[in-house]
């Protein structure tokens, strides 16, 4: 494709789109594209030394573009596309494990990166903008792949980073309090996540029939529910423990490495993927999926164990804090912090969460930005009455005083992070691994 949208990437006989975005303005970087051979320029205004066209909105230009030119070759794919505030990384990415140990060629897109089997590119977005994704389906179509299945996420929906695109399964997880620094309220965040249910066609809809917003994902006919009752398919857990999870799925019974109810309904959604797919042997497929890195990765460390994961919404903290109070342990040590430039109004009851249900909480940075980590963790701990906690900002030192503070039979949590190897600080990424820092600290 030679039309680019980041004037860095530009080559001889390029086409450059300046695009207006939130934070910047591709019109700043024409004079850059041109001197590294762009020799058409797409703007909404100015005068330049090479070929010109100026639009009234670069962006629908751009969208066009891609349609009109390469929607042919793209519609080729079968895309799945999942939403909701939580599950969509593991589910994904479950969903991509599955297909492809049965031989569908299928793509993954998502927090986790663009993975095909045999390659894999990291990414700035759980979705790409249109251009990236357009790039990313095309070379799925070039390399025979039959599937892509894709976390689409709210910013995404909002900001038409999939628009056009038509998607064959539809999958809605849950909805629960995330992003309203950008969206501002719930019926607005709602409002986004529904508009992927509107790009279908004689499409599949998932639904997580437990979920009280669970009737506005619903699709004229082909829905397929899931949940503890009255579903289509009926969830019964009957066993969880650190080995894994066992339960029924109406008349079936199934055995999930993963671990916890939150997961057992993310391998619900695959069953019933497979199934409409009419794949056999399920139960056997299923037995094999593995979590994605950062999900409810357990490190042993002499008679504890150590979980590392990404839950950072009040709801997935709540949920995966109940889920190891189930396991065998003595004490649940939970480290957790909140992100910076986000979400002010959910650090106060993730602050309250982790110490109702853990036995101690240390407070923590997390990817503090343009923020400063003492304001985000005074904001987490302002309202607590309790006492079972402790602030300490350097998250290397938090995570070796949770060590440290390990009895026999403890679990440490350390959560907001789980695959990220990067803390993000002002404009900067710092490398940051929780999962090295634990090794340093426990392989000695």
């Known amino acids: 494709m030679n039309i680019k949208i980041d004037s860095r990437k530009v080559t001889n006989g390029d086409t450059f789109i300046a695009l207006r975005g939130i934070n910047d303005d591709g019109h700043n970087y024409i004079d850059d594209a041109i001197e590294n051979g762009a020799t058409t320029i797409i703007a909404e205004e100015g005068k330049y030394s090479v070929n010109t066209i100026l639009v009234s909105d670069t962006k629908k230009y751009l969208k066009e573009y891609l349609e009109n030119n390469y929607y042919d070759e793209i519609k080729k794919l079968k895309l799945i596309g999942m939403t909701g505030t939580n599950g969509k990384t ?20 998502g927090t986790l990166g663009f993975y095909l089997n045999d390659s894999f590119k990291q990414q700035n977005n759980t979705t790409p903008n249109l251009y990236e994704l357009y790039n990313m389906l095309l070379e799925c179509v070039e390399k025979d792949y039959e599937y892509v299945v894709m976390e689409v996420s709210s910013q995404a929906l909002s900001q038409g980073r999939v628009d056009n695109l038509i998607f064959d399964y539809v999958i809605f997880s849950n909805l629960t309090q995330d992003h309203l620094d950008y969206h501002k309220t719930m019926e607005n965040y709602l409002f986004e996540k529904q508009k992927l249910f509107k790009m279908t066609n004689n499409s599949f809809a998932i639904i997580n029939n437990d979920d009280k917003y669970k009737d506005y994902f619903l699709l004229d006919n082909k829905n397929i529910t899931y949940g503890k009752n009255n579903s289509d398919y009926n969830i019964e857990i009957l066993n969880t423990s650190l080995d894994g999870s066992v339960f029924k799925l109406n008349d079936d019974e199934y055995f999930t490495k993963l671990i916890g109810e939150y997961n057992v309904y993310n391998v619900t959604i695959v069953i019933i993927l497979l199934k409409i797919i009419n794949v056999e042997n399920i139960y056997d497929i299923i037995k094999e999926l593995n979590s994605p890195n950062g999900r409810m990765d357990i490190i042993k460390y002499k008679e504890n164990n150590i979980i590392i994961d990404y839950a950072h919404t009040p709801d997935a903290v709540e949920k995966i804090i109940n889920t190891v109070s189930n396991l065998n342990h003595n004490r649940i040590i939970t480290i957790i912090g909140c992100g910076g430039n986000r979400d002010k109004t959910k650090r106060s009851i993730m602050g309250d969460i982790s110490t109702t249900y853990s036995d101690y909480s240390i407070f923590t940075s997390d990817n503090p930005r343009y923020e400063n980590p003492r304001k985000i963790l005074k904001d987490m701990t302002c309202k607590l009455d309790k006492k079972n906690y402790r602030i300490i900002k350097n998250r290397k030192k938090a995570i070796k005083s949770g060590i440290q503070m390990l009895q026999k039979n403890d679990i440490l949590l350390l959560l907001g992070k789980g695959h990220e190897d990067y803390q993000i600080i002002k404009n900067k990424k710092i490398h940051f ?12």
């Open 433 to 444: 691994s929780d999962k090295e820092i634990v090794y340093k600290y426990t392989r000695r």
């Open 90 to 109: 593991t589910t994904c990415f479950l969903i991509y494990q599955a297909l492809n140990k049965i031989g569908i060629k299928c793509a993954y897109i």
